[in-house]
C-alpha cells in the first residue's frame, strides 16, 4: 500500500520488526467505527461518490463480522490492523476500497482508534472499581462494630472497626474513580482529520467525525494530535496507582489470612493447595494482584519513556505503545474482578481480630484521654501516666484493663472507676467519634453517605 517508489521488498526481519497486527488487532472494532465515520463524512462534504460511500460502509460492516467470527487472516506484510481492514475492503469492493484513505492518514488514523479503545478502558476501569466498591461497602456494613487492631508501623496502636478499614480502601477507589473519569474526560477529542501531520487541503468536517464517534470535538493541532499519547498515559496512571491500592488491600490479606493473624478464613473458591504441604491453603489470587500492580507500574514507565525523546511528530515507536496499554488493562481489569470476588467471600474472623485489638495494651491512649477530659491533666503529663500503667500491666504479666482499680491507682490516684470502663476496646472505639472517625456510628454514616453516592453511579 505504500510500495509505490520501492523496488525491492522488505528483509524478512524488517517485515517482522515492522509488523504489529499481532498486537493491534485488538483494534479492529475502533478501527472500522472511524473507517465508517469517515467515509460518511467524506461523502457529506462530496469528497466521495454517495454509491462508494454506501459501498465502503457495506463493506467495513461485514469485515467488522468476519473479524468478530474469528475470521481475520493476519499477514504480517501488512503490518498492522488498518492495511488488513482495508485490504479486506479491497478484496470486497475493488478500487472504490481505496478512495477510503482520502484526507486521512494511518497516523491519525492510530491516534483515533487508540484513544476510543482506552476511552473504552476507563470506562471498563470505571465499572470494575464501582463492583469492587459495592463488595467493600457490604462487609464494612456486615462488620461496621467488629473491633481489630489498628496499625502504625504494624504495631498495634489503637483499636478500629473492621468497617472503618475496609471503608479506609473505598475512599481510595473513590479516588482512583474520579482519576479516570478525569482522564477520560480529557482525552475525549478526535485526532480524525489531522491527516500525517499537517493536516490536510480537502474540506473536510472534522466536527461531524468527532461528533459520531462520541468526541467533544476535534483536537486543535494536527502534529500534536497523531504524535501525542498523553491520554494513555493518563489511564497508565490511573491504573498504576489503582494496581497500588489493589496491592495494599492484597497484602493485608495475605497478611489477614496467615496462621498468626488468623483474621481472616480464605474460601476454597480463592485458595490453592500445595503439591507437597496438604496443610496449606494459599492466597495466591492475593499474591498476584500484589505482583500484577508491578507490570502495570512498569507499563506506564514504559510508555513514559517511550515518549520523552521523540521529536513531532509521528515515529514508529509510537507503535510500541499498545503493549503495555492493553497489558494494563487486562491486568487491571483481573485484578478488580479477583479483588472483588475475594473481598465478598472472605470469612472474617471477629473473635481473633477482637483479641488481637485488646493485646498491646491499644487503650492506654484511652486512659491518657480520660485522665485529661476527667481529671483536667494536660496531656503530656497523662501520657507519661498512662504509659507508667502500661508497664505496671508488663510488669504483672497483664493486659492493661486486666489492672485492678488499686493497681491503677497505685500508678497516678487521680484515676477512679470511671476511667476502667474506658478500657475496653469497644469504647475505645466508641469514643473516636470525630468526623472520619472509628466509631461504629460514624462508620455507619460513611457507609450510607457512600451508599448514597454508589446510587448516582458518577465520579467524585
Ligand atoms: N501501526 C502503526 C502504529 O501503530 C500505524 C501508524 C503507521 N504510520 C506510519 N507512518 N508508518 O503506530
Not at 99 to 104: E, I, K
Not at 260 to 284: E, H, Y
Not at 337 to 365: K, N, Q, S, Y
Not at 386 to 406: C, I, N, P, Q, R
Request: glycine share 6%.
Amino acid at each position: 500500500m505504500w510500495g509505490g517508489r520501492f523496488q525491492g521488498g522488505p528483509a524478512a526481519v524488517m517485515r517482522e520488526i515492522n509488523a504489529s497486527i499481532a498486537v493491534d488487532k485488538r483494534l479492529w472494532k475502533q478501527d472500522i467505527a472511524a473507517s465508517r465515520a469517515h467515509a460518511a463524512m467524506l461523502s457529506m462534504q462530496n469528497i466521495l461518490s454517495p454509491e462508494d460511500a454506501r459501498a465502503i460502509d457495506l463493506a467495513l460492516a461485514e469485515v467488522g463480522l468476519e473479524i468478530e467470527r474469528g475470521e481475520l487472516v493476519e499477514d504480517p506484510a501488512l503490518e498492522d490492523i488498518h492495511m488488513h481492514v482495508e485490504h479486506r475492503l479491497s478484496q470486497k469492493i475493488g478500487a472504490a476500497a481505496g478512495r477510503l484513505h482520502t484526507a486521512r492518514s494511518r497516523n491519525d488514523q492510530v491516534a483515533t482508534d487508540f484513544k476510543l479503545f482506552v476511552r473504552d478502558c476507563c470506562d471498563q476501569a470505571i465499572a470494575g472499581i464501582y463492583a469492587l466498591e459495592d463488595a467493600l461497602l457490604a462487609r464494612a456494613e456486615q462488620h461496621a462494630d467488629a473491633v481489630m487492631p489498628g496499625f502504625t508501623h504494624l504495631q498495634s496502636g489503637q483499636p478500629v472497626t473492621l468497617g472503618h478499614h475496609l471503608m479506609a480502601y473505598r475512599e481510595m477507589l473513590v479516588r482512583d474513580r474520579s482519576r479516570f473519569a478525569d482522564a477520560r474526560r480529557r482525552m475525549n477529542e478526535s485526532p480524525l482529520g489531522s491527516a500525517a501531520l499537517a493536516g490536510t487541503g480537502f474540506d473536510l468536517d472534522r466536527e461531524a467525525t468527532a461528533a459520531a464517534l462520541g468526541f467533544d470535538r476535534p483536537t486543535a493541532n494536527s502534529l500534536d494530535a497523531v504524535s501525542d499519547r498523553d491520554f494513555a498515559v493518563d489511564y497508565l496512571h490511573a491504573a498504576a496507582l489503582c494496581s497500588v491500592h489493589l496491592s495494599r488491600l492484597a497484602e493485608e490479606i495475605v497478611l489477614w489470612a496467615s496462621q498468626p493473624f488468623g483474621f481472616v478464613k480464605l474460601p476454597d473458591a480463592w485458595s490453592t493447595g500445595s503439591s507437597i504441604m496438604p496443610n496449606k491453603r494459599n492466597p495466591d489470587a492475593a499474591e498476584l494482584v500484589r505482583g500484577h500492580s508491578a507490570r502495570v507500574i512498569g507499563d506506564l514507565v514504559a510508555l513514559l519513556v517511550l515518549l520523552k525523546g521523540l521529536p513531532l511528530a509521528y515515529a514508529k515507536d509510537l507503535q510500541d505503545d499498545k503493549p503495555p496499554l492493553f497489558d494494563a488493562h487486562d491486568l487491571l481489569g483481573l485484578s478488580l474482578a479477583a479483588m472483588a470476588g475475594m473481598i465478598a467471600d472472605l470469612a472474617f474472623v471477629p473473635e481473633r481480630m477482637r483479641a488481637a485489638a485488646a493485646a498491646g495494651h491499644a487503650t492506654a491512649t484511652d486512659l491518657a484521654d480520660w485522665l485529661v477530659s476527667e481529671a483536667d491533666v494536660p496531656f503530656r503529663e497523662a501520657h507519661h501516666v498512662a504509659g507508667s500503667a502500661v508497664a505496671a500491666a508488663e510488669a504483672k504479666g497483664k493486659a492493661l484493663d486486666e489492672l485492678t482499680l488499686d493497681e491503677l491507682r497505685a500508678v497516678d490516684p487521680r484515676i477512679d472507676q470511671r476511667a476502667l470502663a474506658r478500657l475496653s476496646v469497644e469504647s475505645s472505639v466508641a469514643a473516636r467519634r470525630s468526623a472520619g472517625g472509628t466509631a461504629p456510628e460514624r462508620v455507619r454514616q460513611a457507609i450510607a453517605a457512600a451508599r448514597a453516592q454508589q446510587a448516582g453511579r458518577e465520579g467524585r
